[in-house]
């Protein structure tokens, strides 16, 4: 019994690490990502005390995460109980990809389509051509990807089929 429950404490703590290294790929940083997945795995709302404990990050670590899931809607304050707050997850794995999708499309690929754009202008290379309908691409993929998550319809299993 003590041995399964020890598994289990090492792979909520493995799901933890790994989601936090995925975040900072993603671009919000481990300690968001960890303090996320705790959120995910958590069924009961938790504080930041409780958020601290179980990432083992300070308080000044957990706080600043907890803004920015937050400014993300990837995790919502559900209560104040006795001045603590109590935080839950709102997104599934899934829809808050969408959000980083949109957020990469937003900040990363349509700034550079744009100066790529510019740079045609005054440079004639073909190579800038190539880069812009490269981007461009990427930008429709991303934003088909982005549209499918949410069409309710449409199961994730025909998706697959439908891709291949």
């Known amino acids: 019994m003590k041995k399964m429950k020890n598994n289990i404490i090492k ?13 900072k790929r993603w671009g919000l940083g ?11 795995l ?7 005390k409780e958020i601290a404990k179980k990432t083992g990050y300070s308080l000044s670590l957990v706080s600043p995460s907890l803004k920015l899931l937050e400014n993300l809607n990837m ?13 839950t997850q709102v997104l599934s794995f899934v829809e808050a990809f969408n959000v980083i999708i949109k957020r990469f499309l937003q900040n990363d690929i349509q700034p550079l389509i744009k100066d790529l754009e510019h740079l045609k202008k005054f440079n004639n290379n073909p190579k800038i051509s190539n880069l812009i309908k490269d981007y461009k ?12 998550i949410f069409l309710k319809k449409i199961s994730i ?8």
């Not at 792979?11 to 975040?23: Q, R």
């Not at 995790?75 to 935080?87: G, H, M, Q």
């Open 157 to 164: 299993d025909k998706i697959g089929r439908i891709l291949g």
């Open 11 to 23: 792979k909520e703590k493995n799901f933890i690490d790994e989601t936090g290294n995925l975040a």
């Open 137 to 148: 691409q990427l930008e429709t993929y991303l934003s088909w990807f982005e549209k499918t």
């Open 42 to 48: 958590s069924e009961p709302p938790l504080s930041q």
């Open 30 to 40: 481990g300690p968001a990502g960890r303090v996320w997945a705790t959120l995910l």
């Open 75 to 87: 995790i919502k304050l559900v209560r104040k109980e006795n001045k603590k707050k109590l935080y």
